[in-house]
């Protein structure tokens, strides 16, 4: 499991997160109003959500 965080500044290259990383923390930050929670939290949680849906539906089906 990645979750693709965006891309390098430098080079344009995506940036993931892999799957230890998701057990750390994360730190977003940013003054109130900025975006935060639009910006991050929920593009990352439907990502995730995204991913576990189609592993459940995975396992349920193709998983003997």
Known sequence: ICLYIGNNFK???????????????????????????????YPFCKQLIKILTYLKFFHTYFIF
């Open 11 to 41: 080079n344009n290259t995506p940036i993931y997160l892999n799957e230890k990383g998701l057990y750390q923390n994360i730190l977003v930050t940013g003054t109130i109003g900025s975006g935060k929670t639009s910006s991050a939290m």
